[in-house]
């Protein structure tokens, strides 16, 4: 049986990002997000909410742009850390010891760190309560070449990702099937009558 609670916010776990910030390295900041996702794929789009008293929001507001860094198990205590003080009070690069990257198209750093960097450009400020989401245009994306695979794909589950899911941190088991798995029909072993009532062709 189950139970009627208060409408809130039950779509868990969540990616917990970090986001990047600033066109100069002087107002370089970082803030950890965990809502944030995707919104459309062609062209690709995602957003992130901000609270507007977030020391991040009027850098965002102002420079059109920030980077989403996804996070790995190894940065969780950074990823958390950026998430409960302020860039008003800390340079959090340099708290942190995480190191501003190069973006190709955004004046935003990425994180060295972060096995993939999203470079965005805002497209509009959706005041929502207490938050404001900001959907962005994906404009680049960096993959760290340590989680390419032979075949050109990103291995995810080698990068050990974060997530976030009420209040706490959370790496994710292992994999259970690729996309479509669930339909795909499996060869005949060899010898085996097929669905089609014949034998295999050997």
């Not at 809130?8 to 970082?30: D, F, H, K, Q």
């Not at 507007?52 to 990823?79: C, D, K, Q």
């Not at 499996?186 to 050997?202: E, L, N």
């Amino acid at each position: 049986m189950k139970q009627n609670w208060k409408p809130g916010t039950m779509i868990y776990p969540l990616p917990a990002v970090l986001v990047s910030c600033g066109a100069v390295p002087e107002e370089y900041n970082l803030l950890t997000v965990a809502w944030t996702g995707t919104v459309c794929s062609d062209p690709a789009m995602c957003y992130i909410s901000v609270r507007p008293e977030r020391h991040s929001y009027g850098i965002i507001r102002r420079t059109g742009e920030f980077v989403i860094n996804l996070t790995t198990e190894e940065l969780a205590r950074a990823a958390d850390w950026c998430g409960v003080r302020s860039g008003r009070d800390y340079d959090k690069f340099r708290e942190t010891g995480l190191t501003p990257g190069r973006s190709a198209v955004v004046a935003a750093p990425t994180v060295e760190e972060a096995p993939v960097s999203i470079e965005c450009r805002v497209k509009r400020i959706v005041p929502l309560g207490t938050h404001d989401m900001f959907v962005a245009e994906v404009v680049n994306v960096q993959a760290d070449e340590r989680y390419i695979d032979p075949d050109g794909r990103f291995d995810l589950e080698r990068a050990r990702p974060l997530v976030y899911s009420h209040g706490e941190y959370f790496g994710l088991g292992e994999a259970i099937g690729r996309f479509g798995w669930s339909v795909r029909r499996k060869r005949p072993a060899a010898g085996r009558v097929s669905d089609s009532g014949r034998k295999p062709a050997k």
